[in-house]
């Protein structure tokens, strides 16, 4: 098989990502049947796309490093087979994962992008030109109905290797994505088997069985019975030292919030990203605008669960306001809302949350959530950065005319 991609390395400069093999891998040894129900922590992921990863490794044998690397994967499947399965739906219209020894497990791409190298990709800003060492953009996690739950791409670059990884987001959430990663390192620097396996029992963490009926393509419903073009959004990478969030975080904290707890590092970098695109949106005052964090709930629910539970055990998190209020006030009455959203998410909430779901499933058409998005900017990742320990970089994707004046805010940028 083989397909060109185009990526664009500068303004003036094309480079071609070739995907020239595939092969699917499955644990090294038999495991039978398995099945697991997705659960209401699951089911609303159905409709979003498929999550993206894309790590880079120095080396000049890439032959060896894909290797040890499709080797691991055999080894470390074992306990993460739900990544080497696929979605079903049982006789009462449940959703399940499913693994069985006769499926074709993790497809695995390999490509090549030899004018590449690490730093040309480690040290962009704008993230046009990795896209095509990712596979499965804008694939829908429904679809893993017929689609490999998880798929990789091996690029070879110029000094080493790009990993991209696309991971079906109804099955897991980050958490379990990164102890899934970490294993598998674990594996290829030598371990003969997993430090920590995954905790696969998700029932444990709610046991209500929800039948959902999807439209054959939730993509196309439109919002509210109206359709058009989207609007075009840029992405772009900001990178906040040590010292600069330092300097956030001090600065907030000198005005103590309404509790007695200081403003965490998050709480502080969310407070000053939400007001600069806030400012970079021009938004009218009457205009509501919203805050969203997705917590972790591991620790949250009653019972607790183990930091290796597998799957998604996630909440979105809303701080909403009028552009007004944060107009007229300091950074402190931001941060304070953020912080009790946070704060108060316990058990109580998120099971009232999951029973109100319950009691009328709705699986948002991407097109709507996107829309709704778009209207408060799409969340931001944050990652640890690469300019030493305690730095972050940020992604960020908004309309393109509030990304160029969040790319002129020197406030935001830390120039003032």
Same mark, same amino acid.
């Given at each position: ?18 995907? &020239?093999?595939?092969?699917?891998? =499955? +644990? ?58 696929? @979605?079903?739906?049982?006789?009462? !219209? ?14 695995? #791409? ?18 046009? =030109?990795?896209?095509? =060492? ?31 990884? /696309?991971?079906? &987001?109804? *099955?897991?959430? !980050? ?15 030598? $371990? ?30 439109? +919002?509210?019975?109206? $359709? ?30 309404? !509790? ?8 502080? #970098?969310?407070? &000053?990203?939400?007001? /600069? ?5 021009? @938004? ?20 607790? =669960? +183990? ?9 979105? *998190?809303?701080?909403?306001? /009028? ?17 009790? $959203? ?36 799409? @969340? $931001? ?20 005319? /509030? ?14």
């Amino acid at each position: 098989m083989a397909a060109d991609q185009v990526v664009k390395k500068e303004e003036d400069e094309v480079v071609k990502v070739s995907v &020239h093999g595939k092969s699917h891998i =499955m +644990p090294t040894k038999k495991l039978g049947r398995r099945e697991c129900q997705l659960i209401t922590f699951d089911l609303p992921y159905l409709a979003f796309y498929y999550n993206q990863k894309l790590l880079f490794y120095k080396g000049s044998d890439f032959e060896d490093m894909v290797g040890r690397l499709k080797d691991g994967l055999g080894v470390v499947l074992e306990e993460f087979y739900q990544l080497a399965g696929k @979605l079903e739906k049982d006789e009462d !219209g449940v959703f399940k994962v499913v693994y069985d020894d006769e499926m074709e497990g993790v497809e695995v #791409l390999e490509a090549s992008a030899d004018q590449i190298s690490v730093s040309d990709l480690t040290d962009v800003e704008c993230t046009s =030109m990795m896209k095509d =060492m990712v596979p499965y953009t804008q694939v829908l996690n429904f679809e893993g109905l017929h689609k490999p739950l998880l798929v990789l791409q091996f690029t070879k670059l110029r000094d080493g290797l790009a990993l991209g990884c /696309a991971f079906n &987001h109804a *099955i897991l959430d !980050g958490t379990s994505t990164w102890h899934f990663m970490s294993s598998w390192a674990e594996i290829c620097n030598g $371990a003969d088997s997993v430090s920590v396996p995954p905790f696969l029992e998700r029932t444990k963490a709610r046991k209500t069985r929800v039948k959902l009926d999807l439209p054959l393509n939730p993509a196309a419903a439109p +919002p509210n019975g109206t $359709a058009g073009p989207p609007p075009l959004l840029r992405e772009r990478i900001f990178r906040f030292s040590e010292s600069q969030i330092n300097q956030i975080k001090s600065t907030l904290n000198k005005t103590p919030s309404d !509790g007695s707890k200081p403003f965490s590092t998050f709480q502080s #970098l969310s407070t &000053h990203v939400w007001l /600069a695109v806030t400012r970079a949106r021009q @938004l009218k005052p009457e205009d509501v605008t919203v805050y969203t964090v997705f917590a972790d709930c591991r620790k949250r629910v009653d019972p607790p =669960m +183990p930091e290796s539970y597998f799957g998604n055990l996630i909440q979105a *998190i809303f701080t909403v306001t /009028a552009a007004g209020l944060l107009y007229a006030n300091p950074p402190e009455f931001a941060a304070a809302m953020i912080q009790k $959203a946070i704060v108060t998410h316990d058990a109580k909430v998120i099971n009232k949350r999951n029973d109100d779901w319950e009691s009328n499933p709705i699986i948002f058409p991407v097109q709507r959530r996107r829309s709704e998005l778009r209207c408060g900017g799409k @969340l $931001a990742e944050v990652q640890g950065g690469k300019t030493g320990v305690g730095s972050i970089d940020m992604e960020i994707s908004l309309e393109a005319g /509030a990304m160029e004046k969040l790319e002129k805010d020197k406030e935001f940028l830390m120039e003032v």
